[in-house]
């Protein structure tokens, strides 16, 4: 069964550029989070989807946006970027909307840096 | 807002020895959770925790939940090569939420 996948894996913008990340969760996994991981700030959380709609939305900016497809994928779009969004950004998927911890897996993450 | 303390921040150790780090909060938490994050991965989820008093191995980890139910211990015996890498703690920020908030990590190095 294939994990969860993210593309790209690199990404180099320039400030004020906007970016889009994708992530392709596990077969059958219905809910997607996405967190943001950087050396000062940690792993935080950013948003959830569940079934096209998000569920949840963690303390960022209104530059972060999400949605989710039909099929379960998932994107992020930062807009007007800048130096602190660099970042190594990870989803992670489960099944169902009901938490479990071992039912989620994260993907490798999109490696972003703005210059 | 919410808030995991962990230490050590980084730990540098000889091959063979055992290894303890813990996660404290002000809060009570009903989960606990250590994940390990390796170089160019996402974290990997090692150990649950979901009972106060708790003790929980996997192989030579074993992790432990508070009794007060803020806090939790890993320990790993016996270290190898192979347990580089990053060490977090996380909690669920709420129920029915894939929201973990994470402490800062611990970084383990292990030496030959």
């Known amino acids: 069964k294939a994990g969860v996948t993210q593309t790209p894996r690199y990404l180099i913008k320039t400030r004020g550029q906007q970016v889009t990340l994708s992530c392709s969760p596990i077969?059958?996994?219905?809910?997607v989070s996405w967190y943001q991981q950087t050396p000062g700030q940690g792993l935080q959380f950013l948003f959830e989807?569940?079934?096209?709609?998000?569920?949840n939305k963690g303390n960022f900016p209104g530059r972060f946006s999400g949605r989710q497809f039909s099929n379960s994928r998932s994107e992020m779009n930062v807009s007007t970027l800048e130096l602190g969004d660099s970042a190594l950004y990870l989803c992670?998927?489960?099944?169902?909307?009901?938490?479990?911890?071992?039912?989620?897996?994260f993907g490798p993450g999109t490696r972003l840096t703005v210059l | 807002g919410q808030q995991l303390n962990q230490s050590p921040q980084s730990m540098f150790i000889q091959e063979g020895e055992d290894v303890s780090m813990n996660c404290t909060s002000s809060?009570?938490?009903?989960?606990w959770l250590w994940y390990k994050q390796e170089p160019g991965e996402g974290p990997v989820l090692l150990i649950a925790?979901?009972?106060?008093?708790e003790l929980t191995s996997n192989g030579r980890l074993t992790a432990q939940f508070g009794i007060t139910r803020k806090d939790s211990f890993l320990n790993i015996s016996a270290s190898i090569p192979s347990d580089v890498g990053i060490y977090f703690c996380?909690?669920?920020?709420?129920?029915?939420?894939?929201?973990?908030?994470f402490g800062q990590g611990t970084t383990l190095q292990v030496k030959p």
């Open positions: 992670a998927s489960r099944p169902r909307l009901v938490y479990t911890a071992d039912t989620q897996y």
């Open positions: 996380a909690v669920p920020g709420s129920s029915n939420t894939g929201k973990l908030i």
């Open positions: 077969s059958g996994h219905r809910s």
């Open positions: 925790l979901y009972k106060a008093g």
């Open positions: 809060s009570i938490f009903n989960t």
């Open positions: 989807y569940f079934s096209e709609t998000q569920r």
